[in-house]
Nanobody
Framework: QVQLVESGGGLVQAGGSLRLSCVAS????????MGWYRQAPGKQRELVAS???????NYEDSVKGRFTISRDDAKSTVYLQMNSLKPEDTAVYYC???????????????WGQGTQVTVSS
């Protein structure tokens, strides 16, 4: 019953910008931390950025100063603003949302289907 819908990926030239969105819907009692991950061909999936319920953020070193993660709890949405994109940013980007239940004793992590980001040189 839980669904994460991603949007905003595409093809952009180096130096350009994209904004990814991820909307959670369904039977999620409470949303905890949210994050964005990416996986390039031949590489492991890596954490790009995360944001807690207190809006504390964390970024992978290579995207610091270029990417900004934010959340809108009223809309159950997490965003990733990507500026100054580089070819090395090319990957499939996945959002992750933690659903919390029973007073934070239990949780489940939900993943989006992924959206392709391609940065041309």
């Amino acid at each position: 019953q839980v669904q994460l819908v991603e949007s905003g990926g595409g093809l952009v030239q180096a130096g350009g910008s994209l904004r990814l969105s991820c909307v959670a819907s369904g039977s999620i009692a409470s949303i905890g931390s949210m994050g964005w991950y990416r996986q390039a061909p031949g590489k492991q999936r890596e954490l790009v950025a995360s944001i807690t319920t207190a809006h504390t953020t964390n970024y992978e070193d290579s995207v610091k100063g270029r990417f900004t993660i934010s959340r809108d709890d009223a809309k159950s949405t997490v965003y990733l603003q990507m500026n100054s994109l580089k070819p090395e940013d090319t990957a499939v980007y996945y959002c992750k949302v933690r659903g919390i239940r029973n007073g934070a004793v239990y949780y489940n992590d939900y993943w989006g289907q992924g959206t392709q980001v391609t940065v041309s040189s």
